[in-house]
């Protein structure tokens, strides 16, 4: 028990998080932005595909959100780390290599 509160004692509390992003994290952040470019371009597609138009008004608006989502992602990532930049570049040349691949 007194080991325990020794221990507790010496730890500092952080006031902000640490300015690093890691691997894990990096390919985490990697999915979320995949995640929120294939959810923008299905209800693009989509809400050019449908006849209602409150539906496809719901569709673009959803759309819409999952690129503002992406983009939020992007900007947190520039910044913070430069290397990071350099693997989110590579990430967007995929992206838009899929997206001519699906045109």
């Known amino acids: 028990m007194q080991q325990q509160q020794n221990v507790n004692q010496n730890q500092q509390v952080m006031s902000q998080a640490p300015n690093v992003i890691t691997t894990k994290d990096l390919l985490y ?19 050019g595909q449908c006849q209602i138009p409150e539906l496809s008004q719901a569709l ?4 819409q959100m999952h690129q503002r989502h992406y983009e939020k992602i992007l900007g947190h990532l520039q910044n913070t780390n430069q290397p990071t930049q350099g693997m989110m570049q590579q990430q967007q040349q995929q992206n838009q290599q899929q997206n001519q691949q699906m045109q």
């Open 60 to 63: 673009d608006k959803a759309g």
């Open 29 to 47: 952040l990697s999915d979320m932005m995949s995640w929120n470019l294939m959810a923008l371009k299905k209800a693009h597609f989509l809400a």
